[in-house]
C-alpha cells in the first residue's frame, strides 16, 4: 500500500531514470563501444602506463650483474622446459633441458634479468614482432616462459634462504613480466594528459550512485518502509 503518493512516484521516476541512463551506459550504440565498454578501456590505458616498472628493473639488475648460479629449475607446466631453455640460450646462458621437466640453468643474475626485462619491455610498447623474430614464438608465450623461469627461481632462492635475491626476482615476475603480459595489446595514457576526463567520470559516479541511493530512499518511504528504532524493553 502506498503510504505517501509524492515520495512514492519520486522514487519511482527517478529509479526509472536510472535505469534508462545505465543501459545507455552499457549498451553500444552502433559500431562504437558502450560507455562502459570505453570507460574501461581508458582506466586499463591509465593502468598500464602506472604499472611501467622496467626502467627501475634494468637499474636493480645491475647490482646482480656478478652473481652466477646453478640451479635446476622445475618450470612446473607441460612442454615448458623445452622453451625455457631455448629462451634461456638464446641469451647467451647455459640451460639444459634434463628430460625430467626440468631445465639446468647456469647463468648470471643480471644479465638474465636485463634480457627478460627488455624482452618484456618490448612487448610492453607493442613491439611483439621483434620478440616473433627472435624467438618464433608469440610475445605473451617468450613473457610466459620468462615469467616461468623466474617464478621458480624465487622458490628456489627462498629455500637457499637467500632473501635478496629471492625479493629482486619476486620483483621482476610481479613488477614486470607480469604487468607485460597483461597490459599486451592495450595502449598507454598517462593520467596527467587525462586528468579532467577522471574527475569528470568519477563525479558522474558519485552522482549516479547518490541519485539511484534517493531513488530507492523515497520509493520505500512512499510505501512507508523505513528503518525504525527498536523499542526500548522495560524491566518486568
Known amino acids: 500500500m502506498i503510504r505517501n503518493r509524492?515520495?512514492?512516484f519520486m522514487g519511482l521516476v527517478g529509479l526509472l531514470i536510472f535505469l534508462i541512463g545505465l543501459s545507455l551506459w552499457v549498451i553500444p550504440?552502433?559500431?562504437?563501444?558502450?560507455?562502459?565498454?570505453w570507460a574501461d578501456?581508458?582506466?586499463?590505458?591509465?593502468?598500464k602506463?602506472?604499472?611501467y616498472a622496467i626502467p627501475l628493473a634494468l637499474k636493480r639488475a645491475e647490482k646482480f650483474r656478478g652473481l652466477i648460479f646453478d640451479l635446476a629449475i622445475d618450470p612446473r607446466s607441460p612442454g615448458a622446459d623445452t622453451w625455457v631453455a631455448k629462451i634461456a640460450a638464446t641469451n647467451g646462458m647455459s640451460a639444459l633441458a634434463l628430460g625430467d621437466g626440468r631445465v639446468q640453468v647456469n647463468a648470471n643474475l643480471g644479465r638474465m634479468s636485463l634480457a627478460a626485462s627488455k624482452d618484456a619491455d618490448l612487448l610492453f610498447k607493442g613491439q611483439e614482432k621483434a620478440l616473433r623474430d627472435k624467438y618464433g614464438l608469440s610475445g605473451k608465450e617468450v613473457i610466459y616462459y620468462w615469467w616461468v623461469l623466474f617464478e621458480d627461481l624465487t622458490r628456489s632462492y627462498i629455500q637457499l634462504k637467500r632473501p635478496s635475491e629471492a625479493d629482486f626476482t619476486k620483483f621482476v615476475t610481479t613488477r614486470v613480466l607480469e604487468p607485460s603480459y597483461n597490459f599486451a595489446g592495450i595502449e598507454s595514457r598517462s593520467i596527467s594528459q587525462n586528468?579532467?576526463?577522471v574527475v569528470l567520470l568519477l563525479a558522474f559516479y558519485v552522482f549516479y550512485t547518490v541519485w539511484y541511493g534517493?531513488?530507492?530512499?523515497?520509493?520505500?518511504e512512499g510505501l512507508g518502509i523505513g528503518a525504525t528504532k527498536a523499542a526500548e524493553k522495560k524491566e518486568a
Open 49 to 51: 602506463d602506472s604499472a
Open 6 to 8: 509524492q515520495k512514492f
Open 214 to 220: 534517493f531513488s530507492i530512499l523515497f520509493l520505500f
Open 29 to 37: 550504440l552502433g559500431d562504437r563501444k558502450s560507455g562502459l565498454g
Open 195 to 197: 586528468i579532467g576526463t
Open 41 to 47: 578501456t581508458l582506466f586499463n590505458e591509465l593502468a
